[in-house]
Each structure stands twice: as C-alpha cells, then as structure tokens.
C-alpha cells in the first residue's frame, strides 16, 4: 500500500499554492507529502503542524513551523485518515495525533484527505476508533463508552507503564467492534462525557477532498 500511499501525497501537492501556509497532519501517507514539499521548500511559507514527529520532518526539509495561533485561518490542511466513508467522514487518530488534527482541520477553509484504497469503508468502524482522554479520567471514560455504544475500550499500550502518551501528554483508548451508522451523533455524544480531550471521529468537519491513491489517483 505504500505505492497508493505515496501517489495519493503527491497529486496533494497539486493543491498547494505560493506562499502559503499549509496545515499538515501525521502519518506515513503525510511523511511522502512532506517528503515531496522538501522538494520545493521555498514555496510555502511555513507549515502548522498536527504532531512533534511531523514537526521534525518538515524541519529536516528546511520547512519552517508556524504557531496557528500567529497564522490565523489556514486554507488548506492535508492529511492522512485510517477509514472514510462514502460522505468523506473519517476515522483519525491511528498515530495518535488526532486532538492537533481535529484543531487544525476545524482551523481550515479546505481539508484534502490523502488515502490508500484500503481505507475506504461504506461504514465507520472497522478501524478502532481512537478518543484522547485525560490520564485521570481513562477508566471512567472507558466505561461509558461500554454502556453508551456496546464497544471494547482497549488502552492503547507503549513502551512503558503508562501506556501511549500522546504529544499532549494525554492517553489513548481504542474503541473496537464499533459499526458507526450515525458518526455525527456519535461524535457528539463521546464529546460529552468528561476526560475526553478529543474523538477521532472527522464527522462534523468532514474532509472535503479525498484523494485515494492509485494509478491515476481518483478524487471523491
Ligand atoms: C494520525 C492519523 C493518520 O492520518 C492515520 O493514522 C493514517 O496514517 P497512515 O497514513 O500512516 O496510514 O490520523 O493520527
């Protein structure tokens, strides 16, 4: 899938005009957009970056990183999802940045979403859907997650005891055996249970382009 993925990155690059500041966002779909902006670095004026290991790569092609609350509204964010569905709804947060994407591409007038063809799904869910959570509030949020949808919470595990920390210093659960038939609803409902920072559920601000990576891309 890495040939879709880096097909899907370089006709983004189609989107991207002078001078501008660009929103990007996290992921190895993201990493080849990056990689194909280092070509012509002096073409945008700076990026708002979605994570620390974006930052750094866009740094390493002499990309300078903006703080979005200096740029102010930003017309173009580019991004990577783990599911989308035929409205362009997505599933995010399989790197665990999804709070700084979901600020970003809220931030943007335009959100092209770069994808392999296997993360196209009529229905949201196959994919664990990840929600950021204060470290505090992981078992509280775990259980009303049980009792509001019939999903399996799993705490997403890293190299210590404390599990995956995000850039934000926060946990991550993965919620699996979701079939999300109403992605707007169910969005808004996590969104209120105390302790979650962030759903990675794109569906109130969906993606406005997808760009599936193949030979040629198609866009939807
Ligand atoms: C990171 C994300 C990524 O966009 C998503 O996980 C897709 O990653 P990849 O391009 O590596 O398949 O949401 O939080």
Redesign the pocket.
């Known amino acids: ?1 890495s040939e879709a ?1 880096r097909l899907a990155a370089e006709a983004a690059i189609e989107y991207v005009e002078e001078g501008m500041v660009l929103g990007v ?7 080849y957009f990056i990689d194909a902006l280092g070509r012509n670095p002096g073409r945008i004026k700076g990026a708002v970056s ?2 620390e290991q974006s930052s750094e790569r866009l740094r390493a092609h002499g990309i300078e990183i903006l703080d979005l609350n200096f740029t102010g509204p930003l017309s173009l964010y580019v ?4 599911e989308c569905d035929p409205h362009k709804r ?9 709070t700084r ?1 979901k600020i970003i591409a809220e931030a943007s007038e335009r959100f092209i979403c ?3 063809p296997a ?1 196209q799904v009529d229905v949201l869910g196959r994919f664990p859907l ?1 929600v950021e959570v204060i470290p505090m509030a992981r078992s509280l949020v775990a259980r009303e997650i049980v009792a509001m949808t019939g999903g399996q919470p799993v705490w997403r595990q890293g190299s210590n005891e404390k599990g995956v920390l995000t850039d934000n210093g926060n946990a991550i659960i993965d919620v699996h055996g979701l079939s999300i038939v109403d992605p707007v609803g169910l969005e808004a409902a996590l969104n209120q249970i105390p302790g979650v920072v962030a759903v ?1 559920l794109f569906a109130r601000r969906p993606a406005d382009v997808v760009i599936v990576g193949g030979e040629p891309p198609r866009t939807l």
Do not use: N
Not at 79 to 82: N, R
């Open positions: 899938m993925k966002g996290t992921g190895s779909t993201v990493a979605s994570s991004d990577g999802a783990d997505l599933i995010k947060g399989g790197g665990a940045a999804l994407e770069i994808i392999d993360k990840p990675g």
